[in-house]
T-cell receptor, first 115, second 113 residues
Framework: DAGVIQSPRHEVTEMGQEVTLRCKPISGHDYLFWYRQTMMRGLELLIYFNNNVPIDDSGMPEDRFSAKMPNASFSTLKIQPSEPRDSAVYFC?????????????FGSGTRLTVV | GNSVTQMEGPVTLSEEAFLTINCTYTATGYPSLFWYVQYPGEGLQLLLKATKADDKGSNKGFEATYRKETTSFHLEKGSVQVSDSAVYFCALNRMDSNYQLIWGAGTKLIIKP
């Protein structure tokens, strides 16, 4: 298995531009999570999906952030417009059916820099 | 509410030293407890876990015991290597949502040769 695949690995963009981060979960995993990691705030859960349906988006910082999961093998996190304070590493993780937190697998992350 | 507190880093040790990274938690009920490791430039990986009191999780020479009486899950290793240099995260699962984890702030470990 290739694991959770995120793209791009690095993204540098100018303030005000739209940014789209992508994630392919492990085949057969029915939960997908988006996390943000910063030095100041640590790991923050932004949103998670079950069977492609958003379950909890209370961690999404503001309306500039949106996430979609059009099918079981693909999810996007979009920031529009981007701001320098959005600079962080964004992780996607997926989990196996019935495993709960015992079945978490993380991707390698996307390092976003907004200048 | 639920929370996880880890010792602040960085923790700097010499190779072959004994390692302890402290982790304490507050939680309603009896959550599962986890240690994740993040190597430089990579995502988090599950290192070990324990699902009930007195369970000992172990992997790659690391161990942690679920202590209900002290609400702790300290990570230990008898002899660290340079390759163990990483950030270590303690976490527990929310009782109202088995798929959501509450994370500690992480502890950076630096092993010098």
């Amino acid at each position: 298995d290739a694991g959770v695949i995120q793209s791009p690995r690095h993204e540098v963009t100018e303030m005000g531009q739209e940014v789209t981060l992508r994630c392919k979960p492990i085949s057969g995993h029915d939960y997908l999570f988006w996390y943000r990691q910063t030095m100041m705030r640590g790991l923050e859960l932004l949103i998670y999906f079950n069977n492609n349906v958003p379950i909890d988006d209370s961690g999404m910082p503001e309306d500039r952030f949106s996430a979609k999961m059009p099918n079981a093998s693909f999810s996007t996190l979009k920031i529009q417009p981007s701001e320098p304070r959005d600079s962080a590493v964004y992780f996607c993780a997926s989990s196996r059916p019935g495993q709960g937190a015992n079945g978490y697998t993380f991707g390698s992350g996307t390092r976003l820099t907004v200048v | 509410g639920n929370s996880v507190t880890q010792m602040e880093g960085p923790v700097t040790l010499s190779e072959e030293a004994f390692l302890t990274i402290n982790c304490t938690y507050t939680a309603t009920g009896y959550p599962s407890l986890f240690w994740y490791v993040q190597y430089p430039g990579e995502g988090l990986q599950l290192l070990l876990k324990a699902t009930k009191a007195d369970d000992k999780g172990s992997n790659k020479g690391f161990e942690a015991t679920y202590r209900k009486e002290t609400t702790s899950f300290h990570l230990e290793k008898g002899s660290v290597q340079v390759s163990d240099s990483a950030v270590y995260f303690c976490a527990l699962n929310r009782m109202d949502s088995n798929y959501q984890l509450i994370w500690g702030a992480g502890t950076k470990l630096i092993i010098k040769p």
